[in-house]
């Protein structure tokens, strides 16, 4: 367990103001206290954590952020990607999740955005066992809407269609859709993007795929029919990830733009630090993702989440998850809101003390979900 320290004057953890961003910092020294890139750092020495991952430079003359994401080209985690940091990044598509966490120590990008759930299907529990293993920190979450539009080659007419193929949570989230139009044939497929590149190259005019607007956009296929998902209130929430910076990192390192190592990062990060303040609500909600274990006795997990509330603490979801290799042992997911940095700072020294292991995966600004498109 961690030692905890205060230094004699606190330093808030609301997000840094735009004088910060730009590069002038803080005078003074911070408190060492919440910090996910030491928590990663400790990780990374036991056996699970493997070598430190670092973000590889950039080939040369590509000042772009690389980020990868899991799916082909047009898929919902690329448009998140998009909408959360703009159109100055460059892509990096990977075939599975595994593959998109390795895509940073490969060398292929600087970040990756993942899913983590959906509002109707839950948690994505291979990211959250795949976060857990590695040793890369949450810097910032987006909430994208799932809008399902039937898409066939140029020249197709929704009576034509007579098969349609997608990632199968996208056929049963447009059940209704199925029902009206009792002649298509559901084909699953292993993903929404993947299906409408398929669909298109084919050139079947009696087949089409379900997918979101930009994979139409990318593989220049025609909406034969618009938002046919059956519930409006379909999100999901990703994660942007990055490497740890180094061990022994602060708060406000982890905060500060600038301490981000390349400068196609730092850069890139600054602007997403802008483009959130400029987006949320003033003051903006700080948010932090938590992973802890308990001891086996009476009352853990309710001497766990007290001090939460006694410190004015939002716990907004909890959730358990298998301990791999320890049977019938499990570690809990939480995410906590505040709106001041002492809340915080307090709910967790009292949160240390009660478990056995607590790791903070990322802290950053909680995103707002968006309205559904009319």
Not at 77 to 89: D, T
Request: aromatic share 6%; charged share 20%; glycine share 6%.
């Amino acid at each position: 367990m961690d030692v905890l320290t205060f230094a004699p004057e606190r330093r808030s953890l609301q997000p840094p103001r735009f004088h910060f961003i730009i590069g002038r910092g803080f005078s003074r020294p911070v408190t060492r206290f919440l910090c996910p890139t030491r928590d990663a750092a400790q990780f990374r020495k036991s056996k699970k954590a493997g070598p430190r991952m670092t973000a590889a430079p950039n080939p040369a003359g590509n000042a772009k952020m690389r980020v990868a994401f899991q799916g082909e080209p047009g898929a919902f985690s690329e448009e998140a990607a998009v909408q959360l940091l703009g159109e100055a990044i460059t892509t990096v598509p990977r075939p599975t999740f595994d593959a998109a966490f390795r895509a940073i120590s490969e060398g292929l990008a600087d970040a990756l955005l993942a899913p983590v759930e959906n509002t109707l299907a839950g948690p994505v529990v291979r990211v959250y066992d795949l976060l857990l293993e590695s040793a890369l920190t949450i810097t910032a979450e987006t909430i994208l809407p799932i809008e399902h539009h039937l898409i066939g080659c140029p020249g197709a007419t929704l009576d034509a269609i007579r098969s349609v193929a997608s990632h199968p949570m996208a056929l049963a989230q447009c059940e209704r859709f199925f029902t009206t139009h009792p002649q298509l044939k559901r084909v699953p497929a292993e993903d929404t993007a993947g299906s409408v590149r398929e669909a298109l190259a084919r050139g079947d005019k009696s087949s089409a795929a379900i997918a979101g607007r930009r994979a139409a956009e990318h593989y220049a296929g025609v909406i034969l029919a618009s938002d046919i998902q059956d519930n409006p209130e379909n999100f999901t929430r990703f994660f942007l990830l990055i490497p740890a910076q180094r061990e022994g990192g602060s708060e406000r390192e982890f905060l500060n733009p600038e301490s981000f190592g390349s400068s196609g990062l730092t850069d890139l990060m600054a602007e997403l630090r802008v483009r959130q303040l400029e987006r949320l609500a003033s003051p903006p909600t700080l948010k932090m993702s938590i992973a802890m274990r308990l001891a086996h006795r009476p009352g853990a997990l309710l001497a766990s989440l007290e001090p939460f509330a006694k410190h004015g603490v939002n716990l907004q979801k909890i959730e358990s998850r298998p301990i791999h290799g320890r049977p019938w042992e499990y570690q809990f997911f939480l995410d906590v809101e505040a709106d001041s940095s002492s809340q915080l700072e307090s709910a967790l020294a009292a949160v240390r003390e009660a478990t056995s292991h607590l790791r903070v995966l990322g802290l950053y600004l909680a995103a707002r979900t968006p309205a559904p498109t009319p």
